[in-house]
């Protein structure tokens, strides 16, 4: 496998960072995930925007271009002969010393990977995820906005190992105020009586999937609404589905020990995977 880095295409075991490097020291740095079908790119400027949007907001200045980095994302699906794949561009803040000051970073670290990738939750697109409610909470917006896709995930970790221990697929986190976030990689949507419902995006990332999939709700006829969600919503729902760019679409079918609505996918969110894939095979950025 060829990572890029700061300029050149290097073999894996060559891929390496300095230890003073901030986003290593510190999670100081951003990224994003993003997929490869069939030789395309899915929704790639999208990504680039959000990516220069998280930069924006924590004051990381990019030493290149939205198109330059598209290129290089491109490129490194080509060196890799990769037409199905994940692929990870990382910017951090770069090679500094052992204190806070990010003006002590003068040249940001640049990676980007790409490897093979299929469904992330194998057989279980079938049969439904299990998830936990956890007790950690979301980061708040006025702390460290979720909106920022930052190497600083911890706490999107620690709800993880907490899912882990309570045999959980996936974990869902609520915020400060007791309303539900979003998973631990993923954004999250209720079905009650034909409508979708999610949270508003101020407590979660303005995931990339999440537009996809309401893009595709509104073209099947399907209501969508922002609204607050608490646990009534979520052991009572329909429906209970997850987005992201590794998850896809997915469904939820057991919270906590409950099943949700008849325990198996349902109706709403076949259309959506479907959908879905139908985009996922027709757009994109073309690699070759």
């Known amino acids: 496998m060829l990572i890029y880095l700061n300029g050149e295409f290097v073999l894996q075991e060559d891929a390496k960072v300095s230890v003073f490097d901030h986003g290593l020291l510190y999670g100081d740095g951003i990224f994003e995930g993003i997929r490869a079908y069939n030789g395309r790119v899915f929704r790639l ?25 598209e290129e290089i994302i491109l490129e490194t699906l080509r060196k890799n002969n990769l037409k199905d794949a994940y692929v990870r561009p990382i910017i951090t803040r770069g090679v ?25 939750y194998g057989d279980l697109y079938d049969k439904g995820l299990t998830a936990i409610t956890c007790s950690i909470r979301r980061n708040p917006a006025e702390a460290l906005p979720p909106n920022v896709k930052s190497l ?5 970790i620690m709800g993880k190992i907490e899912a882990n221990y309570k045999g959980g697929d996936e974990a869902i986190f609520f915020d400060t105020n007791g309303y539900v976030a979003e998973g631990s990689g993923d954004n999250i949507y209720v079905v009650k009586n034909g409508v979708i419902l999610t949270p508003h995006t101020i407590n979660n990332l303005r995931g990339i999937t999440r537009l996809v999939l309401i893009e595709c709700a509104e073209e099947l006829g399907i209501p969508v609404y922002e609204q607050n969600l608490g646990y009534f919503d979520l052991y009572s729902a329909d429906e209970v589905i997850v987005t992201g760019s590794a998850a896809e679409v997915t469904p939820v079918t057991k919270i906590d020990g409950r099943e949700i609505g008849t325990g198996k996918p349902g109706p709403i969110v076949k259309q959506l995977m479907s959908a879905f894939k139908t985009k996922t095979e027709t757009e994109g950025n073309p690699v070759y």
């Not at 600083?152 to 999107?156: Q, R, S």
């Open 152 to 156: 600083n995930y911890l706490n999107n």
């Open 45 to 69: 400027h999208e990504h680039i925007d959000r990516m220069w949007d998280s930069a924006k907001t924590i004051d990381l200045k990019i030493p290149i271009s939205k198109k330059e980095m």
């Open 96 to 120: 500094g010393d052992l204190g806070l000051d990010p003006r002590k970073c003068s040249v940001p670290t640049i990676i980007v990977i790409a490897t093979s990738w299929g469904a992330m």
